[in-house]
């Protein structure tokens, strides 16, 4: 075991994992530890949607998730070149169903502010459907709708695959990952993090990377200031039908259907802050979800409930992830909090903080999912700004 290397990352999910790898393939030596065993917390939990936000924001986030996105096809793909393993990302669209005048509304009106983007993707990025143009994509569908919002660019991933495809090249690529060893604390001198304290002894490194989900801020009072990390979670049902019945990821709100190739369709997901860390499914939870889902796709009723499960989203008081130094604690870094949207971030989570660690800069904006804008805020909001 190297006891000294470059990088030590907390949490074996997919953007720790997704880091160590970046940072292993430009010849850095990481450790990755890991509490239980990799992947298996939100990333594994998670439905796998990759897609862009509203075509109405123009903020940061946005922005990044746009060119997440973007980056997807070929992330995707080096990791099946790398491993043998495939992700099966594909770019399958989504279809968000209307059911009242009010969304229609707003949805031509995002529709229209997308036609901006045409030029640069070289292909329309929303569509709005009628009915008749809904039933033509998606049969299977209630004929009781007023259309949909079509975005051809969503696309989806199988995230356990991922996972494994991540932990594979990880492995390849040299990175020590140490699984059933929970960080207890920061090692932390002068306000420097030099290293970690496990049940296994201390480890030192240059730089610490907290990629810890929903249990970053746990690992030190100050973090809890500046960076907090709250657990949202979200209760997912598994269904099977013998055929394929939908080809596109169908949305209503918060729920969503994501079909799988084998006939699977994931059926999710609450989102219940008040569960704190309980990932318990309830009966409320799964039926609610159901109940959505049958009365969208009439033909899903006789779907087998495969399995039902509930991941902890790592959520922030903003809904913006953390990417970046983390002010008052020199050599620790984040690359947590990315809530509904870790899957769609992560190839750019994992190239932005290797720019970070490796070149002291990045390209991408990151100015609002910077550490430390919590505190900026509430004293701010002291000062009466
Ligand atoms: C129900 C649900 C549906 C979702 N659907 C989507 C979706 O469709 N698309 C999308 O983009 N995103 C989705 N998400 C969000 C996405 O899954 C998360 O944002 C992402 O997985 C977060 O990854 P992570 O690596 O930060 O966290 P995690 O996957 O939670 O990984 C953190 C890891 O850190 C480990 N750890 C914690 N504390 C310590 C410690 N002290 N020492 C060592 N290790 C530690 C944990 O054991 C865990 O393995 C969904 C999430 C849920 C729950």
């Known amino acids: 075991m190297s006891q000294n290397p470059d990088v030590i990352v907390i949490g074996g999910g997919v953007i720790g994992l997704a880091i160590a790898d970046a940072l292993a393939r430009q010849g850095v030596s990481v450790t990755l530890l890991e509490r239980g065993n990799c992947g298996r917390e939100a990333s594994w939990a998670g ?46 669209g989504s279809l968000e169903v209307l059911l009242e005048d009010q969304h229609y509304r707003m949805a031509r009106s995002e529709v229209k502010v997308a036609a901006a983007f045409e030029q640069d993707y070289g292909r329309k990025v929303l569509e709005l459907l009628t009915p008749q143009q809904t039933q033509a994509s998606e049969p299977a569908l209630t004929h009781d709708l007023l259309g949909a919002k079509c975005c051809p660019m969503t696309g989806q991933v199988r995230n356990p695959r991922l996972l494994q495809g991540l932990c594979a090249a990880c492995r390849r690529g040299g990175v020590e990952i140490v699984e059933n060893c929970g960080v207890e604390r920061l090692r932390i001198q002068n306000d420097r ?18 990629a810890a989900g929903c249990w970053s801020s746990l690992l030190d009072e100050r973090l809890a200031k500046v ?26 709100g918060r729920t969503y259907l994501v079909p799988r190739r084998d006939g699977h369709v994931v059926v999710g997901a609450t989102q219940e802050p008040e569960a704190g860390f309980d990932k318990s499914v309830t009966a409320g939870g799964i039926g609610g979800l159901l109940g959505l889902a049958t009365r969208l796709v009439p033909g899903l009723a006789p779907a087998v409930l495969v399995q039902t499960w509930a991941g902890l989203r790592p959520g922030t008081p903003d809904g913006r992830p953390y990417i970046g130094a983390v ?21 750019l989570t994992a190239r932005i903080v290797a720019d970070l660690i490796l070149r002291g800069q990045t390209a991408h904006d990151i100015s609002r999912c910077l550490p430390g804008r919590e505190l900026e805020n509430r004293l701010a909001a002291s000062a009466g700004v």
Do not use: N
């Open 193 to 210: 993090v030099t290293g970690v304290q496990t049940p296994q002894g201390l480890r030192s490194a240059a730089q610490v990377i907290l």
């Open 327 to 347: 002010p008052g604690l020199t050599g620790l870094m984040a690359a947590t909090g990315h809530f509904r949207s870790g899957l769609t971030l992560t190839p």
């Open 227 to 252: 960076m907090p990390v709250l657990p949202v979670r979200g209760q997912i049902a598994l269904l099977k039908m013998p055929t394929v019945v939908l080809q596109h990821v169908i949305e209503r």
């Open 47 to 92: 439905a796998g949607i990759v897609q862009s936000g509203s075509w109405h924001r123009r903020d940061p986030l946005v922005q990044m998730q746009r060119e997440s996105v973007r980056l997807y096809e070929s992330f995707a793909a080096d990791l099946r070149e790398r491993t043998g393993i495939d992700p099966e990302y594909i770019r399958c």
